[in-house]
């Protein structure tokens, strides 16, 4: 039997996102480098301290809308991740904090909305599901560990999990037998 978990969708701000990792963006906590260009005309900052372990990927993705369901919960020991957002199109993501656990805390488990007009970056261990484009044709900046790619391509082909040096990726509908959903309105 399955039980059905409806996630309400929650805008991210810097204090309910700390859990999970921080906002990347102009209303994320972010302080101003000591560097001075173009006498003040271009501002650098730092919002969000990246770690891996192994080579970086910057890629882009395109994703569709999709069923608002959950059935794969990820985490990477590893390495930060990053989603940001191109063209402002809004996607939403679910996470759970990171755990020392087998599986994911799905009680603790929330949908964010992003607008489009900031990204995130996630903790070492947080559990996610890939973002759910809101809108057709959504482009989202990845960044990653180059070994998620490699540990990615090792999945199950029946389970579809996969599991690597960076990688846990379980199947929660089979294992807990519990689906987690939202309702983008």
């Keep these: 039997m399955t039980e059905n978990i409806r996630l309400p969708l929650e805008r991210p701000n810097v204090k309910d996102l700390e859990p999970f990792g921080q906002l990347v963006g102009k209303s994320g906590n972010s302080d101003l480098m000591p560097i001075d260009f173009?006498?003040?005309?271009?501002?650098?900052?730092?919002?969000a301290p990246f770690h891996s372990e192994h080579p970086v990927d910057l890629s882009v993705t395109m994703v569709e809308p999709r069923k608002s369901e959950v059935r794969y919960m990820e985490?990477?020991?590893?390495?930060?991740?990053?989603?940001?957002p191109l063209g402002g199109k809004s996607f939403v993501v679910v996470m759970a904090p990171p755990s020392s656990d087998d599986m994911p805390d799905l009680s603790a488990a929330r949908a964010f909305l992003f607008d489009g007009s900031a990204g995130f970056l996630m903790h070492v261990g947080t559990w996610h599901e890939f973002p759910f484009a809101?809108?057709?044709s959504t482009e989202i900046v990845v960044i990653l560990s180059s070994q998620t790619g490699y540990d990615l391509q090792n999945n199950d082909p029946v389970t579809e999990e996969a599991?690597?040096?960076?990688l846990d990726k379980k199947d929660i509908l089979a294992r807990a037998g519990i689906k987690l959903s939202f309702q983008i309105d």
């Design 134 to 136: 809101v809108e057709p």
């Design 163 to 166: 599991f690597g040096p960076d």
């Design 75 to 84: 985490r990477h020991f590893q390495h930060t991740q990053v989603f940001m």
């Design 38 to 47: 173009y006498d003040g005309a271009v501002r650098v900052s730092k919002p």
